[in-house]
């Protein structure tokens, strides 16, 4: 790699540096680069029109320049190769030629094009930082409205409200027409800003700066060293004595970069309060040695002489400290950005998987029960499964766990009236399952970068002032032992934990506590053998058949089969399926109040039907179609009921049907991937 020079890569990032939309693959895009740093800092030229690459593809070249996509890209790291790659700014080919017509004529091709890359580049807190998954707000220029408007023959909408003209972007996000928008807003306002020469500030010297506003810089007592090598040899404790008001540093960070800087004289304690359009860094300014301000044309960007420290970014201003909450941490995988998820105020969690990976997690919140919009972040490339997992008001989640297997990591969950469920690959695991002894109140993961697996996950109990404890067990043993870390205990098999609940075990009581083994062991139990080649990734969800009080059933249309005219095998009135589809997820609700998901339920995208009180099961297990898609519904049919059945599971009179009375109770186990599926009942042990 070192072979390639750093002035002939360009690193990339899907993310247009004049309307700020993503970048998808194969769009028309120029690279703007320059460099940034103490050695040189300014902008060089722009390459020709190119298309986006493949994500992770590092073979693209455009006039010589080798282009990467790939996230956290290793040459960076490479010693003495931070000073001589480039910095680049990748721009919609459509964006950069209607800024070009709209700047040129106020501030010249040159200029134009050098505050366009300083915008772009400014828009991260620190050169190469990974781009943040944050809700942009959209500000709706009305001159911008207007001008496009009249440009695109729609004159009408420069007199829509705010509110309807929002709803229809929403529905249209990504067009063309709504990034021409931004473009012109962004052309306007960089005209109407009067250049400023580049500043370079210490952050110790810092005091105050908000977007807008100037800079506030501290005066240091006539005793404090100035210099920045003297300065980084005092202690934490040595610098907040000499000012109240030097010992934390919190940046605020939106869509367009660092929004605002503060100095607070301690670090804040955790509060419940997030937001989606803002990110925070909270750092210890003993742990931001050698960090300089850039400031530049109104904006600021952080820089650091000796590479960049490992600086995290939180969803919310007073994040909690992560020595408390790991369970999992791949060291190897980028996960620098933290989202915080308060179990009281969502009502599921939804888990997207690709080939074993974790990708991304969306909480289902009042304000945003779809999936569907953390879904449109991953790659398009990748067709993941989606696990969901559904927290009933009145259930408390007890447990959140991590299990490393071979290809990423299961998510093992206790709730006090769903018990145990495992989330994620079906097999066993390579290393020791983890979880926090508290009850957990606050999820905590690392939102990856595009494409990229979670590389971190964490829990947090705001309730316990003092150290948690990690609790690991060893997956080839059925007792707990200790973890190898030096906060881990010792846990025994007479532990009192909740009961560890079987596959049929939701029914349990609750308060019921007795000697356990290793927990989530039912997990592994009662294994079957499945129609399918050696080596075939499946996901595996199950749920208890007795006392279900309501079912949901997710279907999805599917491709016409060979006989298109074969109906169902029996014309149910209350939980029948439309013709041509086939059951993509399940999820189940108990009289005790708990529920669970089976299969891929996608809320608020696939369409449902609901059966309250159900009496039966219909299943065809290995589907009616070459895709190998399965086939259930759930019937209320008290009549049916009261009778015995013939034989044990008795078969419908066409295509293997199956039929389980509910009162039977037992399991129904769903294996899936995203082509195929396998479901099968068991009878209680």
């Known amino acids: 790699m070192a072979a390639l020079g750093g002035s002939k890569h360009l690193d990339l990032e899907p993310r247009c540096g004049a309307c700020a939309d993503v970048i998808f693959e194969h769009e028309r895009v120029v690279a703007l680069y320059g460099y940034a740093g103490p050695d040189a800092h300014g902008y060089i030229s722009h390459t020709k029109p190119f298309p986006y690459p493949l994500v992770h593809y590092t073979e693209a070249k455009v006039e010589n320049k080798q282009l990467c996509t790939r996230p956290g890209c290793e040459l960076y790291r490479l010693p003495g190769f931070q000073r001589r790659i480039p910095e680049a700014v990748t721009v919609h080919y459509a964006c950069f030629s209607i800024y070009m017509h709209e700047a040129v004529p106020t501030l010249g091709r040159d200029e134009a094009e050098r505050r366009l890359f300083t915008t772009g580049l400014y828009r991260n807190p620190w050169p190469r930082a990974h781009p943040l998954s944050l809700t942009d707000t959209y500000y709706m220029s009305r001159s911008a409205l207007s001008k496009t408007a009249s440009i695109s023959g729609l004159p009408q909408l420069g007199a829509y409200p705010a509110e309807l003209l929002e709803m229809i972007r929403q529905s249209s996000n990504h067009s063309i027409f709504w990034r021409t928008i931004s473009v012109i807003a962004l052309a306007e306002r960089l005209c109407a800003t009067s250049r400023n020469s580049l500043l370079v500030v210490p952050i110790y010297e810092i005091d105050s700066w908000e977007r807008g506003g100037m800079l506030e810089r501290w005066t240091p007592p006539d005793d404090l060293p100035t210099a920045d090598s003297e300065l980084d040899n005092l202690s934490l404790e040595a610098t907040t ?175 006090r009236l769903s018990g145990d469920v495992v989330i994620g690959s079906w097999g066993r695991g390579t290393a020791a399952d983890t979880w926090r002894r508290k009850e957990p109140t606050t999820l905590i993961y690392g939102d990856p970068p595009f494409s990229c697996p979670i590389a971190y996950i964490g829990t947090y109990c705001r309730y316990l002032p003092n150290k948690q404890q990690l609790f690991n067990s060893n997956p080839d043993s059925d007792s707990l032992r200790p973890s190898s870390s030096s906060s881990s205990l010792v846990v025994s098999p007479s532990s009192s934990l909740p009961v560890t609940p079987t596959e049929t075990g939701v029914g349990s009581d609750p308060r019921a506590r007795h000697k356990v083994d290793r927990p989530f062991t039912s997990f592994t139990k009662h294994v079957p053998r499945l129609p399918i080649q050696q080596g075939t990734l499946l996901y595996f969800s199950v749920a208890p058949l007795r006392d279900v009080v309501s079912v949901q059933i997710f279907y999805a249309p599917l491709v016409p089969r060979t006989a298109p005219n074969t109906t169902h095998p029996h014309n149910l009135e209350v939980g029948c399926l439309p013709e041509n589809s086939t059951t993509e997820g399940i999820i189940l609700h108990y009289s005790n109040g708990g529920s669970r998901a089976l299969g891929q339920v996608k809320l608020h995208v696939d369409n449902f039907v609901e059966v309250k009180n159900p009496t039966h099961a219909l299943l065809e297990p290995h589907g009616f179609n070459k895709r190998k898609r399965a086939w259930i519904v759930f019937v209320s049919d008290p009549e049916r009921n009261e009778a015995e059945p013939d034989e044990g599971a008795s078969r419908g009179p066409v295509r293997n049907i199956t039929y389980w009375p509910m009162k039977w109770g037992g399991a129904l186990r769903f294996w899936f991937n995203e082509t195929e599926q396998h479901i099968g009942f068991r009878y209680d042990d």
Request: charged share 25%.
């Open 241 to 415: 004595s000499l000012s109240p008001r030097r010992a934390v540093v919190r940046l605020t960070i939106d869509a367009e970069g660092i929004q605002k800087i503060e100095l607070l004289r301690d670090r804040p304690p955790y509060i419940r309060e997030r937001t989606a359009s803002t990110a925070y860094m909270v750092e210890e300014l003993a742990t931001l040695k050698g960090v300089e301000a850039y400031f530049q044309d109104g904006l600021v960007q952080l820089y650091c002489k000796s590479g960049y420290p490992s600086l995290r970014i939180w969803d919310t201003p007073a994040p909690p400290s992560l020595s408390q909450c790991t369970i999992f941490a791949d060291k190897k995988r980028p996960w620098r950005h933290f989202r915080t998820v308060e179990f009281d105020s969502i009502t599921g969690l939804t888990f997207f998987y690709w080939k074993g990976a974790l990708l991304g997690i969306h909480p289902h919140r009042v304000s945003d029960p779809c999936a569907g919009t953390s879904f449109d972040r991953l790659s398009k490339r990748q067709p993941a499964a989606w696990i969901h997992y559904p927290i009933s008001p009145s259930d408390k989640i007890l447990i959140f766990g991590a299990r490393p297997v071979e290809v990423g990591v299961n998510i093992l969950i206790r709730s």
